[in-house]
Each structure stands twice: as structure tokens, then as C-alpha cells.
């Protein structure tokens, strides 16, 4: 069954420092892969995406991901953080083999220290 | 391109009462996903459209959940007999696959209280 699990329910990071979010999911077939940034009482909006080709995938806002097989891993990263950052990240896997429904990580929650 | 919409973004209802929820997609978009959203979650896959056909409900989907897109543009969600255990946040979504596009793009979400 396919399964996305992020290990880390809150980060705090100071504004300036480095970031990683972690991403670990199951799904037999090749994945389609994104990160989604939700703001409070919002929608989700997406961050960046892996189908196919170049591992580490640059998106919107500084942040990047790198996909790794091997480690059935698709964490996001961004070199220095900014206070705008601080929201909820949801990394999704799509279903390529059925409807391309989304699962969803239980989310990581980001705060931004001044 | 206005992305998604959803209204009303807020509801609040009593137990037992009907609601139902709309979503204008993409205009071009030809498949449509509803999500259900609880506190502290990710969103979890409902049903989804391709075109006017509803290709696939989740079991999370219960009897008293109906969701239709009738002419393959918006689409509704109604819940009859709304319980304590609806509330939540209802995402709507849409893409256009093929090409490469598999991304969904969501909507702001209805947020529904049942008291």
C-alpha cells in the first residue's frame, strides 16, 4: 500500500539557518513526488515536483529536493530560511498506476526563529 | 487563469443538517479530486472526476457523502446528516494529466464546523 511518512511533526530553525525536511515513502511503482506548503486556514500550495530524470529538483521559493531510490527518500531542503517560511509542509506521493490520487505525510510543522 | 476555487470557505452546521460544497476547477482541467483535511493531518483522497465520470471513491466515502460534476466543470460535495466526525477541512483539486503534468492544484478549502 502506499504510505508517506515525515518523521518530524515540528522544527523550529533560526532565520538564516539551513533546513531539511524529511520525506520517506512506500509505493511500489515509480513515484511521482512533490512538496506542498500550507499556510494557516489555506490551501495547499506546491513547492516543487519529481516525475522523472535529474534526482535533485529545483522549486519555487529557494527550496529543492533530492529523490533517492535507494533510501525511498524525498526530503526538501533550502540553504537559508526566512521568517515567510514558517508553515505546514506536506510531502505527497501520486498514484501513477491508478487515478493519480495524492497520499499525504502527516505534515511537518516549520517555526521560524527570529 | 483564476486556479481553483471552493465556496463557501466557511460553514457551520448543526448535526443532522445537509451541506453541500462547490469547487470551480482549472477551466481546462479535466480531472477533479476531492480531499478531506482534519486537524493536525494531511489531506486524504475522497473521489475524483475524469470529465463528468466519478471514477473512484475512497472508503473514507460514506453513504451519506455525494459528490457529483455533472457537465464535467464544477463539481459538488454534499454530506447528508452531517455528524460531530464531519468536520474538517474539505480541499478541492485539479490537473490536467498527460504531457508530463501530474501536479494537482488545490483550491483554499471549505472549512466545516458541525456543532
Known amino acids: 500500500a502506499q504510505s508517506v511518512t515525515q518523521p518530524d511533526i515540528h522544527i523550529t530553525v533560526s532565520e538564516g539557518a539551513s533546513l531539511e525536511l524529511r520525506c520517506n515513502y512506500s509505493?511500489?511503482?515509480?513515484?511521482?513526488l512533490f512538496w506542498y506548503v500550507q499556510s494557516p486556514g489555506q490551501g495547499l500550495q506546491l513547492l516543487l515536483k519529481y516525475f522523472s530524470g535529474d534526482t535533485l529538483v529545483q522549486g519555487i521559493k529557494g527550496f529543492e529536493a533530492e529523490f533517492k531510490r535507494s533510501q525511498s527518500s524525498f526530503n526538501l531542503r533550502k540553504p537559508s530560511v526566512h521568517w515567510s517560511d514558517a508553515a505546514e509542509y506536506f510531502c505527497?506521493?501520486?498514484?501513477?498506476?491508478?487515478?493519480?490520487?495524492?497520499?499525504f505525510g502527516t505534515g511537518t510543522s516549520l517555526t521560524v526563529i527570529p | 487563469d483564476t486556479g481553483v476555487s471552493q465556496n463557501p470557505r466557511h460553514k457551520i452546521t448543526k448535526r443532522g443538517q445537509n451541506v453541500t460544497f462547490r469547487c470551480d476547477p482549472i477551466?481546462?482541467?479535466?480531472?477533479l479530486y476531492w480531499y478531506r483535511q482534519t486537524l493536525g493531518q494531511g489531506p486524504e483522497f475522497l473521489t475524483y472526476f475524469q470529465n463528468e465520470a466519478q471514477l473512484e471513491k475512497s472508503r473514507l466515502l460514506s453513504d451519506r457523502f455525494s459528490a457529483e460534476r455533472p457537465k464535467g466543470s464544477f463539481s459538488t460535495l454534499e454530506i447528508q446528516r452531517t455528524e460531530q466526525g464531519d468536520s474538517a477541512m474539505y480541499l478541492c483539486?485539479?490537473?490536467?494529466?498527460?504531457?508530463?503534468?501530474?501536479?494537482?492544484?488545490f483550491g483554499p478549502g471549505t472549512r466545516l464546523t458541525v456543532t
Open positions: 509505493y511500489g511503482a515509480t513515484p511521482y
Open positions: 483539486a485539479s490537473s490536467q494529466p498527460g504531457q508530463g503534468n501530474y501536479e494537482q492544484y
Open positions: 477551466s481546462e482541467h479535466n480531472r
Open positions: 505527497a506521493v501520486g498514484a501513477t498506476d491508478t487515478g493519480n490520487q495524492f497520499y
